[in-house]
């Protein structure tokens, strides 16, 4: 049986998630992010490297998230309470799939030929 990619922790306020991966998708530090994102974010946002930028802005942008906490291996988010997570988990975890994939992903560089 395969193992999961992203495993969802339930915080006793039913308000706020942690989805864990099993790599790192950030740089090593612990941001916070509310919503809607600010111009002012964007420094914070670079010091995520490239795939962490991609995901808090691609989470941010689902509507309903208020705010995210976002560690090398977790992305924690609170949720507005109007909106169940039912309508946005599915999104959360196709995004931290693609920014998986994105981290497994290698450059391989091609030697020049000898002359």
Partial sequence: M???RVVIY???NSEIK???TPTEISAFKVEHFKGPLREDSGESLKGLGIIGELV???IMAIPGVEE???KP???RMKKRPSISWDEIEKKIIEILDRALRRKEIRVIKKD????
Avoid: D, M
């Fill in 10 to 12: 339930s915080h006793p």
């Fill in 73 to 75: 291996k977790e992305v």
């Fill in 56 to 58: 808090v802005r691609e």
């Fill in 68 to 70: 995210i906490y976002i």
């Fill in 18 to 20: 942690s989805f864990l």
């Fill in 112 to 115: 020049e030929p000898k002359t």
């Fill in 2 to 4: 395969k193992q999961p």
